[in-house]
């Protein structure tokens, strides 16, 4: 499945629009960063020279012959023995080199007495010292955060080169489906998993278009995969896909292209389809009706496959060992996946995990209330209170 990975072409974003996604070239710097030589405190510009001997007992009384608001564009010079008040950000005066703090002072508007001798340099922001002209400022296949963001418009740049977020459209197969915005009737259910599945498919970064209800009627349900997979880099559907009802919904997209419905050995959710539909070959998962299986296979299977296409170096989920606080049983020749609460020992440091539901329940609220996966090797069948047991974190409740 990671080998169908095709990451699209970079596109130009706007800087405020870059959070999240990898940075597609290397941004460099035009101009320096800071700009000028400039006060890193509120205080008084001087000569550290000025201030030999300066101490509580024995300060150094200089005359202020100006003051300096950040954003000054009027040019200062300090000539020796003399002291210039500035605020954080305020250009340094010529022949300034260091910035004594307020608090080093006794604040005299007209004549300051400083109580403490400064180095050279000391609270000044050089020209150049955060970023010169010609460094990377934000490198290619970075990710872009909060303070890529803050750089690049540190130095200029309003637009960046980015990978974009893979397209994944999400459709629920099923005549029995009624979306929320009706009460179901007789035999009929509410449609959860496009809308579930399209908020994991954000939650793994891309951008989701929940398509909705689509016919399990092999033409309708043909021609509308097939007008969605023109506009996607990645398609998931859900829908009873076992029995003979599956066997349908699997030949009408067989026709798009190549299928795949070979059951894995995992649990829950060991019946789905993988394939490659429509000219471009879009990857396809074809996920069960079930929402707790559905969102765990989505979790093993498709989110790796989008974070792999978002270039990131481990698609996986972070994985840790934790002792188990109750007891579990695990299907026999599957890879089991059962819902989790991880806890921290606050003495030890040492991780816990309390295991929500059972392997043979299919509880949504149970994986509502989990914040990890425990996974358990085909050849586990019973694990005993104490064991240690591999968890991957999901994501942080807010």
């Known amino acids: ?91 340094l005066p010529t022949l300034a080199d260091a910035v004594v703090p307020i608090a080093d002072t006794d604040a005299h508007p007209a004549q300051v007495a400083v109580y403490r001798a400064v180095p050279s340099a000391a609270y000044v922001r050089r020209i150049g010292e ?24 540190a130095v200029g740049r309003g637009r960046v080169l980015v990978h974009p977020r893979p397209r994944v459209a999400v459709l629920s197969v099923g005549d029995e489906l009624v979306d929320v915005a009706r009460d179901p009737g007789a035999g009929e259910v509410y449609d959860v998993n496009s809308y579930a599945l399209a908020a994991a498919a954000r939650d793994a970064g891309a951008e989701a278009l929940r398509v909705g209800l689509v016919s399990r009627e092999p033409g309708r349900l043909r021609e509308t995969v097939a007008d969605h997979l023109a506009s996607c880099d990645l398609m998931v559907l859900s829908g009873g896909i076992g029995g003979e009802a599956g066997e349908q919904v699997l030949d009408a997209l067989g026709q798009l292209g190549e299928l795949d419905g070979t059951r894995i050995g995992i649990h829950p959710g060991s019946v789905q389809a993988f394939g490659r539909l429509g000219p471009d070959k879009v990857p396809t998962f074809v996920l069960p009706s079930n929402p707790v299986s559905a969102l765990v296979l989505f979790e093993v299977l498709v989110r790796p496959l989008i974070r792999t296409v978002l270039g990131r170096a481990d698609p996986k989920r972070r994985r840790v060992s934790a002792r188990l606080l109750s007891p579990l049983t695990s299907v026999p020749g599957r890879r089991g996946y059962l819902r989790g609460r991880l806890l921290r020992e606050e003495a030890t440091g040492d991780y816990l995990v309390q295991p929500l539901g059972t392997s043979g329940t299919q509880l949504l609220s149970a994986l509502a209330e ?29």
């Open 130 to 153: 955060d970023v010169a002209p010609g460094d990377v400022a934000v490198r290619r296949g970075s990710v872009i955060a909060a303070a890529q963001v803050g750089l690049l418009a």
């Open 370 to 398: 989990a914040n990890c996966l425990i996974e358990l090797a085909e050849s586990t069948t019973d694990v005993t209170v104490g064991e240690q047991v591999t968890v991957a974190f999901l994501a942080p409740r807010t």
């Open 1 to 91: 499945m990671l080998d169908t990975a095709v990451r699209p072409a970079p596109i130009r974003v706007a800087i405020s629009e870059a959070q999240g996604l990898l940075c597609a070239e290397e941004v460099l710097a035009q101009r320096a960063l800071p700009g000028f030589d400039q006060a890193a405190v509120d205080g008084y510009a001087v000569r550290s020279v000025d201030l030999h001997g300066a101490g509580p007992d024995h300060p150094v009384s200089l005359p202020v012959v100006g003051e300096v608001a950040a954003g000054s564009r009027q040019p200062h010079r300090l000539q020796p023995g003399q002291a210039v008040r500035l605020v954080t950000g305020a250009p």
